[in-house]
C-alpha cells in the first residue's frame, strides 16, 4: 500500500567554507519568503538566490547561493 508522507524542508548556504542549516520558518512560506525571512538575521542571504529543490533522505532540500561580486 502507498502511504503519503509530507517531506521536513531544509534551507542551507554556505558562508566561509562553513555550511550554515536553517530550519524552516513555516510550511506555509514559499522558498522566497523564508530567503526573504532569514535575511533579516543573515544580510549576505540578500542577494542570494535559490537552488533546488532536491530530495535527498526523505527532506526537501533548498540551497541558498550567495552571489559573491567586487564593488566598483
Known amino acids: 500500500m502507498l502511504t503519503a508522507k ?5 534551507f542551507s548556504f554556505k558562508d566561509k567554507e562553513q555550511e550554515i542549516k536553517l530550519a524552516d520558518p513555516s510550511p506555509t512560506f ?14 549576505i542571504l540578500t542577494t542570494a538566490t535559490i537552488e533546488g529543490p ?6 526537501v532540500q533548498y540551497k541558498f ?8
Request: net charge negative; no cysteine.
Open 30 to 43: 514559499s522558498p522566497e519568503a523564508v530567503l526573504n525571512f532569514y535575511a533579516q538575521t543573515y544580510p
Open 65 to 72: 547561493v550567495l552571489q559573491i561580486g567586487t564593488k566598483g
Open 6 to 10: 509530507l517531506l521536513e524542508r531544509v
Open 54 to 59: 532536491v530530495i535527498n533522505d526523505d527532506a
